[in-house]
C-alpha cells in the first residue's frame, strides 16, 4: 500500500508539471518557435564536430578512390568499366502488316511471337530484336562461348546464375525515333567487352536470318552459296579435263578414242556449269541492286569499337556524395547531441526519465 501511494504521488505530481507547462505555453506560445538563431548557434556550438567529420569523410573518399584507381584492375576493388555499343537499324514499317507474326507461326514459334507482343497489327520487329537479348538460348550462347561462369566464378546454380549476371551487364535499348537498336556490354576489360558485343550482333542477325523474315537476305545468301559451288565445280571440271589431255601422251592408240570422249563430256558438262555460274552471278548482281534500293530490316550501321574512356564509376561524383553525406550526417548529430544536452539540463525532463525509469 505504502509503495502504491507513493507511486500515485508521483503521477499526480508528474501531472500537475503537465498542466502547468501547458498554462505556460498558451500564455507564451513564441516560445515554442524553432529560432533561425538557435539553429545556427547549435550548428556553431559543435563547429568542429561537423567540420572534422566532413573533412575526414572528404579525405576518405579521395584516397579510396586513387588506391581503387592505382590498383590493377583484377586487384581493385572499384575497377573502371567499359562499355563498347553496337548500332543497328531495324525496319519496322513491313512488320505492321503482320507478315512477322504469320512468318513465326508458320515457322512453329507462335509462343515466341505471344512472349514477345508480336500479334496480329502490333507487330514489331524492333520487338522482337529486343525479345531475342532476354531468350535463354541466346543468353546461354554468349555464356558458352565466352566462358562466363568460369569468368564470373560461379559455383552454385551456374546456368541461371550466368544468365542473371549477363542480363545485367548486356543492355538492348531500341530509340523508336531513329529505329536504332543498339546494344552494349559493360566490363573491366574492354577488348572482352566489345569481343561479346560483337557475338552477340552477329547472333541476333543469324537469328533474324534462321526465320526468314528477310527474303531479300535469305535469297542472297543462298546465291552466295550456290555461286561458291559453282565456281569450285568449274576449276574441278578443268582439272580433270587437264588431267586428260596430258594422259593422252602417256596412253597407248586404243585407250585414245575413249579418253577423247571423255574430255569431249566434261566438256559439255564444264560448259554448261559455266553457264549455270554466269546465270546466279546475274541473279547475284540483279539482287544487289534492289536491296541497294530497299530498307533491310535488320542492318548493322555501326560495330563496337574498343573504348579508350571509362563508363563508369565516376570517382569524382562518389566523393562529393560521400561528402555531402558525411557534412548532413554530422549536422543531424550535432542537434542530437543539443537536444540530449537539453534534456540533461532540464530538471523536469530528468524527473519525467527518472519516474519513467521507476515505473
Not at 117 to 135: E, K
Request: charged letters at 25%.
Amino acid at each position: 500500500m505504502l509503495c502504491f501511494s507513493e507511486e500515485n504521488e508521483i503521477w499526480r505530481k508528474n501531472l500537475d508539471n503537465e498542466n502547468v507547462e501547458e498554462e505556460r505555453r498558451a500564455q507564451n506560445p513564441e516560445d515554442d518557435e524553432i529560432s533561425l538563431i538557435d539553429l545556427l548557434a547549435v550548428l556553431l556550438r559543435h563547429k568542429w564536430l561537423i567540420i572534422i567529420t566532413t573533412v575526414l569523410a572528404m579525405v576518405f573518399a579521395v584516397v579510396f578512390s586513387v588506391i581503387s584507381l592505382v590498383l590493377p584492375p583484377e586487384k581493385s576493388y572499384l575497377p573502371n568499366l567499359y562499355t563498347p555499343k553496337a548500332l543497328m537499324l531495324i525496319n519496322d514499317e513491313t512488320s505492321s502488316s503482320g507478315s512477322l507474326s504469320s512468318m513465326i507461326s508458320a515457322s512453329g514459334l507462335g509462343g515466341l511471337a505471344s512472349l514477345a507482343g508480336i500479334s496480329g497489327g502490333g507487330s514489331s520487329y524492333s520487338g522482337l530484336a529486343t525479345y531475342f537479348v532476354t531468350t535463354n538460348s541466346f543468353l546461354d550462347a554468349v555464356v558458352d562461348e565466352f566462358d562466363l561462369v568460369e569468368r564470373f566464378e560461379i559455383e552454385k546454380s551456374p546456368r541461371a546464375e550466368s544468365r542473371e549476371a549477363l542480363k545485367k551487364l548486356l543492355t538492348a535499348d531500341f530509340d523508336e525515333d531513329s529505329s536504332v537498336f543498339s546494344l552494349s556490354f559493360t566490363d573491366k576489360d574492354p577488348e572482352f567487352a566489345k569481343r561479346v558485343v560483337d557475338f552477340s550482333v552477329k547472333l541476333i542477325e543469324n537469328m533474324f536470318l534462321n526465320l526468314g523474315i528477310d527474303k531479300n537476305l535469305l535469297e542472297k545468301k543462298n546465291l552466295e552459296q550456290n555461286i561458291d559451288n559453282s565456281y569450285k565445280e568449274i576449276l574441278n571440271l578443268q582439272k580433270r579435263i587437264q588431267s586428260l589431255e596430258s594422259s593422252v601422251s602417256y596412253g597407248s592408240a586404243a585407250s585414245l578414242p575413249a579418253i577423247m570422249t571423255e574430255a569431249s563430256m566434261i566438256r559439255l558438262e564444264l560448259e554448261a556449269q559455266q553457264e549455270v555460274y554466269k546465270q546466279l552471278k546475274t541473279q547475284y548482281e540483279l539482287l544487289k541492286i534492289k536491296m541497294a534500293s530497299e530498307t533491310p530490316i535488320f542492318q548493322v550501321i555501326e560495330d563496337a569499337e574498343v573504348p579508350d574512356r571509362k563508363s563508369k564509376p565516376s570517382r569524382g561524383m562518389l566523393c562529393i556524395i560521400i561528402t555531402f553525406a558525411a557534412f548532413f550526417i554530422s549536422v543531424f548529430f550535432a542537434f542530437a547531441l543539443n537536444a540530449v544536452e537539453n534534456v540533461r539540463k532540464d530538471p523536469e525532463a530528468m524527473e519525467k526519465l527518472r519516474s519513467g525509469k521507476k515505473k
